[in-house]
């Protein structure tokens, strides 16, 4: 009797022994192997968080607060956690040492392709990069951005540039919109890539009846902060009615081509055959609602930002006259009479400098597109919780003292003996955003950039509405999702004479 009672007693303390040290582990977890902390960052007020602090020109309000808190900053937007990252080596964590985690991509409950149904249609707004998205980069790499499908569109690009020229020789000594030139420009090269017909022409007008600008222009209006997207108890409302608006817009912009898909699908049955990127997703069994979006998601991307890109390179251009000579001086030499061609490109390294500093100075998605953390992670020694937003503020690290000399200056120079670029390997640099969700479109805007601009160099003197000052040329930015001018650039062209 008295073993058993032994056995008990020891079977008892080895039930009770782990419970009276487990109050012991917790304290000593809690002390020494307590999780990092998030990221500093500004005091977040209760319900609030940070909200306050946001608003319009996001990218300079988090690069100033970047300045106080650090490289890696946290805030709370309601019950959303946000971080930045505004340095190189912090990006480098994001997008290159944990890329994997981060690549998920944070898609507003604004935005239709938010639908668990409809996510696997998209590309830019996949909210995660699975089969399907791997798949849909390929495609548009291989059939849009390859080097052999460069190459095979040289001539519509050349053509289209010199379109720009004719309408520009017309407009001599009369005051035009560079942005809204451009963007015809490039609309009308892509939509020759997708479906062998202009969309626009310079006049303003839309050639298939739906002024497809517009509705871009109002989807990037629209797509904002929605107070919404940082309380997800809220989220089966519409407070704002912008999910209302854009649902109406992604059913509007398809409507520009729907005639050219059922056209095609009709044609497919006798063999015709156009040999663009329609053709290509339909002969791959793609069905209308994928390509339908996939086709929104290009035109989003495309014109705006390469336009505006033009347009940052020739206000700057105006606004400091040696860069713009030394431009002019390199292009009469390697080019002489001749039309510019892209077979020009690589053999004028100041052009190229100048398109290079137009992007340190204004990249056209200063805070690229928000990322999302799948999964939890350590970062630098802080914690990044799961489902935080990630931004890379990119318009903070190209005026960063300490990476570049004078910062704030256009010295296209500082890029002459300099072996930076912009394919998403120098993290210092890279307006194209780096790792898996880099900007597809790079190839095309790295040809017709500087094509575009060499051109509008090349063939024409520049002057601004009335004469005014070079200097009295207003710089100030509005942050749209892209990086736009405050105040849209107007000038007067005169044909150049040699």
């Given at each position: 009797?008295?073993?058993?009672?032994?056995?008990?007693?020891?079977?008892?303390?080895?039930?009770?022994?782990?419970?009276?040290?487990l109050?012991?582990?917790?304290?000593?977890k809690?002390?020494?192997?307590k999780?990092?902390?998030?990221?500093?960052?500004?005091?977040?007020?209760?319900i609030?968080?940070n909200?306050l602090?946001?608003?319009?020109?996001?990218?300079?309000?988090?690069?100033?607060?970047a300045?106080?808190h650090?490289?890696l900053?946290?805030l709370?937007?309601?019950?959303?956690?946000?971080?930045?990252?505004?340095?190189?080596a912090?990006?480098?964590?994001?997008?290159?040492?944990?890329?994997?985690?981060?690549?998920g991509?944070?898609?507003?409950?604004?935005i239709?392709?938010?639908?668990?149904?409809?996510?696997?249609?998209?590309?830019?707004?996949?909210?995660?990069?699975?089969?399907?998205?791997?798949?849909?980069?390929?495609?548009?790499?291989?059939?849009?951005?390859?080097g052999?499908?460069?190459?095979?569109?040289?001539?519509?690009?050349?053509?289209?540039?010199?379109?720009?020229v004719?309408f520009?020789?017309?407009?001599?000594?009369?005051?035009?919109?560079?942005?809204?030139?451009?963007?015809?420009?490039?609309?009308?090269?892509?939509?020759?890539k997708f479906f062998?017909?202009?969309?626009?022409?310079?006049?303003?007008?839309?050639?298939?009846?739906?002024?497809?600008?517009?509705?871009?222009n109002?989807?990037?209006?629209?797509?904002?902060?929605?107070i919404?997207?940082?309380?997800?108890i809220?989220?089966?409302?519409?407070?704002?009615g912008?999910?209302?608006?854009?649902?109406?817009?992604?059913?509007?912009i398809?409507?520009?081509?729907e005639?050219i898909?059922k056209e095609?699908?009709?044609?497919r049955?006798?063999?015709?055959s156009?040999?663009?990127?329609?053709?290509?997703?339909?002969?791959t069994g793609?069905?209308?609602?994928?390509?339908n979006?996939v086709?929104m998601?290009?035109?989003?991307?495309?014109?705006?930002?390469?336009?505006?890109?033009?347009?940052?390179?020739?206000?700057?251009l105006?606004?400091n006259?040696?860069?713009?000579?030394?431009?002019?001086?390199?292009l009469?030499?390697?080019?002489?009479?001749?039309?510019?061609?892209e077979s020009?490109?690589?053999?004028?390294?100041?052009?190229q400098?100048c398109?290079?500093?137009?992007?340190?100075?204004h990249?056209?998605?200063?805070?690229?597109?928000?990322?999302?953390?799948?999964?939890?992670?350590?970062?630098?020694g802080?914690?990044i919780?799961?489902?935080?937003?990630?931004?890379?503020?990119?318009?903070?690290?190209?005026?960063?003292?300490?990476?570049w000399?004078?910062?704030?200056?256009?010295?296209?120079?500082?890029f002459l003996?300099?072996?930076?670029e912009?394919?998403?390997?120098?993290?210092?640099?890279?307006?194209?955003?780096?790792?898996r969700?880099?900007c597809?479109?790079?190839?095309?805007?790295?040809?017709?950039?500087?094509?575009?601009?060499?051109t509008?160099?090349r063939l024409?003197?520049?002057s601004?509405?009335?004469d005014?000052?070079?200097?009295?040329?207003?710089?100030?930015?509005?942050?749209?999702?892209?990086?736009?001018?405050e105040?849209?650039?107007?000038?007067?062209?005169?044909i150049?004479?040699?």
């Amino acid at each position: 009797m008295a073993t058993y009672t032994i056995i008990a007693d020891i079977s008892l303390f080895s039930f009770l022994y782990p419970l009276l040290l487990l109050p012991f582990l917790l304290i000593f977890k809690h002390i020494f192997l307590k999780s990092p902390p998030l990221p500093p960052g500004p005091y977040p007020w209760p319900i609030i968080g940070n909200l306050l602090q946001m608003g319009g020109n996001l990218h300079v309000k988090l690069a100033n607060l970047a300045k106080r808190h650090g490289p890696l900053m946290s805030l709370r937007l309601g019950t959303q956690i946000m971080v930045v990252a505004s340095s190189s080596a912090a990006a480098m964590e994001v997008l290159k040492t944990h890329d994997r985690t981060l690549s998920g991509r944070y898609v507003s409950t604004t935005i239709p392709v938010n639908s668990p149904k409809l996510n696997h249609l998209a590309m830019a707004f996949a909210k995660v990069c699975n089969s399907d998205w791997r798949n849909l980069k390929a495609i548009c790499r291989m059939e849009l951005f390859s080097g052999k499908a460069m190459e095979s569109r040289v001539e519509l690009r050349e053509r289209k540039v010199m379109e720009l020229v004719e309408f520009l020789e017309k407009k001599e000594g009369e005051v035009v919109k560079v942005m809204d030139l451009v963007y015809t420009t490039v609309c009308n090269i892509l939509s020759n890539k997708f479906f062998s017909i202009d969309f626009s022409d310079f006049e303003g007008r839309d050639v298939r009846g739906v002024l497809l600008k517009d509705l871009l222009n109002e989807n990037a209006e629209l797509g904002a902060t929605n107070i919404l997207d940082f309380y997800p108890i809220l989220g089966g409302l519409d407070i704002q009615g912008i999910r209302k608006k854009l649902k109406e817009i992604f059913r509007r912009i398809p409507t520009t081509w729907e005639d050219i898909l059922k056209e095609r699908r009709k044609q497919r049955i006798h063999g015709s055959s156009h040999g663009d990127f329609l053709d290509a997703l339909l002969e791959t069994g793609f069905e209308d609602d994928q390509i339908n979006h996939v086709i929104m998601e290009l035109f989003f991307a495309g014109p705006e930002t390469s336009s505006l890109t033009v347009e940052w390179a020739m206000a700057e251009l105006i606004k400091n006259q040696d860069a713009m000579h030394k431009l002019c001086n390199e292009l009469t030499q390697i080019i002489g009479e001749s039309p510019v061609r892209e077979s020009h490109l690589p053999h004028l390294p100041y052009l190229q400098a100048c398109v290079k500093e137009t992007l340190r100075l204004h990249p056209t998605g200063p805070l690229l597109l928000p990322h999302r953390a799948t999964e939890t992670c350590q970062i630098m020694g802080y914690t990044i919780p799961k489902d935080s937003i990630i931004f890379v503020n990119m318009w903070a690290m190209g005026r960063d003292p300490g990476t570049w000399e004078d910062p704030l200056s256009f010295k296209p120079e500082r890029f002459l003996d300099s072996k930076l670029e912009f394919k998403g390997n120098d993290f210092e640099y890279i307006p194209f955003g780096a790792g898996r969700r880099m900007c597809p479109g790079m190839p095309l805007a790295a040809r017709l950039v500087p094509m575009i601009l060499a051109t509008f160099v090349r063939l024409f003197d520049w002057s601004t509405p009335g004469d005014m000052d070079f200097a009295e040329i207003d710089m100030e930015e509005r942050f749209v999702i892209t990086l736009r001018k405050e105040q849209p650039l107007r000038l007067v062209p005169r044909i150049r004479k040699y």
